[in-house]
């Protein structure tokens, strides 16, 4: 007999909570299609390891260097699932964490969320591209994720 898996911290959100919609000059976004609120489990992405030594000979040369986060020995997760689809913000409305023993990361609202908000992480202060609108309000507390080196921030 198969043991059920641990309750996650905060229950998901009743899926689907978001759906995917093209949004002019950012690509695709992730859009609310229900009230979610502050500190709710948006989404849990599994994902793939893409060791250091991987990253530098081939993957940062690839447009999988849009779409990986970093971890903080080097190595990267791509994020499956819609874990590749949060634009970014500053301020973000979506908080993340890495779990890289359990290879999956976790999006958490940052505040509560109406419906028809794009859902966004903040993805460090060096951007690559120009940036294209935001989600227009502030977290609740001013709070700011924190910021990585070069790329999508990680909070471990
Ligand atoms: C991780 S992907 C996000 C999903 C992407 N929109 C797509 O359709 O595949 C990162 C890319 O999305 C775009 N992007 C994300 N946030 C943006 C923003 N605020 N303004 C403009 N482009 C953005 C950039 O092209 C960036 O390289």
Do not use: Q
Not at 73 to 81: E, F
Not at 86 to 93: A, L
Not at 122 to 134: D, M, P, S, T
């Amino acid at each position: 007999m198969s043991s059920s898996p641990p309750p996650a911290e905060n229950p998901p959100v009743s899926p689907p909570a978001f759906v995917i919609r093209d949004v002019s000059g950012r690509g695709r976004g992730l859009f609310s299609r229900a009230r979610i609120s502050r500190g709710d489990l948006v989404h849990e992405a599994p994902c793939l390891l893409v060791p250091k030594v991987s990253y530098d000979a081939h993957a940062k040369h690839t447009v999988l260097e849009h779409y990986l986060f970093n971890c903080k020995d080097g190595d990267r997760l791509l994020a499956l699932g819609y874990g590749s689809i949060f634009n970014h913000s500053d301020p973000p409305n979506v908080d993340y964490r890495l779990d890289k023993p359990g290879m999956v990361i976790r999006y958490y609202a940052a505040r509560d969320i109406v419906v028809g908000e794009e859902l966004c992480i903040y993805y460090g202060a060096n951007l690559w591209f120009e940036e294209v609108g935001g989600s227009g309000s502030k977290a609740e507390d001013g709070s700011e994720s924190s910021d990585d080196e070069n790329f999508l921030n990680r909070i471990e």
